[in-house]
């Protein structure tokens, strides 16, 4: 899956999923720009992210903007345009949950992972679009979630915003299809973090066992995912999520 060439974008590449999707892209010879939100100390976590990609031999840089914002979401595509020319990968990473059952969910809580996960999605879909058009060849895919296929409680806000990235991955990809562009999705299930690890053993198995393969999956079988269907080898598959959930959907 070489990707020599080739212009590549995660949002929210700092840590975390996208930092090994970042990271996967780059070995595999793409020049990958790593999206963060200004906030924080998110800058310096993308810049270590990016000095941890260099050090193994690939080339990055690091990109703020806020994707929940249309006009940020824009400026860092002009930017992308301006500096390099073209956007040959685009990868939907950022993401955020604000966790509650429904009687207890605020609207901002809502509105927020709506915003941020959903909107952030479509405002990048969107400038990448008409970059990709005029190239006639491009690469999206944003990641979705077991959670927006299956449900999951005190995830209401979550789970739409997943789900919502479903439909419009289909949808660009009868929109875009002609003009050389494929757009697909990930959906992952439960993935060994940070923040599972400090989970208890017993909610651990509890977990696992609604997984047929019986354990969680890595942050790297999520970017092997990523980076297969931004490539050439998967030229012939668009409209479509790809479950990496241990069988957890099916």
Not at 96 to 113: A, P
Not at 193 to 205: G, H, N, P, R
Request: aromatic share 6%; proline share 1%; net charge neutral.
């Amino acid at each position: 899956m070489r990707l020599e060439n080739k212009i590549a974008l995660v949002t929210g590449g700092g840590q975390g999923i996208g930092k090994e999707i970042a990271k996967t892209l780059a070995l595999n010879g793409a020049f990958v720009l790593i999206n963060y939100i200004d906030l924080g100390n998110n800058q310096e976590i993308a810049q270590m992210t990016k000095n941890e990609i260099e050090s193994l031999g690939g080339k990055c840089e690091i990109l703020p903007a806020n994707v929940a914002s249309y006009d940020e979401t824009l400026e860092m595509f002009k930017t992308i345009k301006n500096e390099y020319g073209r956007l040959d990968i685009l990868i939907n990473n950022a993401g955020i949950t604000k966790d509650g059952l429904m009687l207890r969910m605020k609207e901002n809580d809502f509105d927020t992972v709506i915003d941020v996960n959903l909107k952030g999605t479509w405002n990048c879909m969107k400038h990448a679009t008409k970059l990709m058009m005029k190239q006639k060849y491009g690469r999206i895919v944003s990641m979705s979630s077991v959670v927006g296929v299956m449900g999951n409680a005190g995830q209401v806000n979550y789970a739409a915003s997943k789900s919502g990235i479903i439909g419009m991955t289909m949808s660009l990809a009868r929109e875009v299809g002609s003009r050389g562009i494929t757009v697909n999705a990930v959906a992952p299930g439960y993935i060994q973090t940070a923040m599972t690890d400090v989970l208890s053993d017993e909610i651990k198995e509890q977990m696992k066992s609604q997984i047929p393969l019986g354990t969680f999956g890595s942050v790297q079988d999520i970017a092997n995912a990523v980076v297969f269907l931004a490539s050439d080898e998967a030229k012939y598959i668009t409209g479509q999520t790809l479950h990496v959930d241990g069988g957890m959907a099916m």
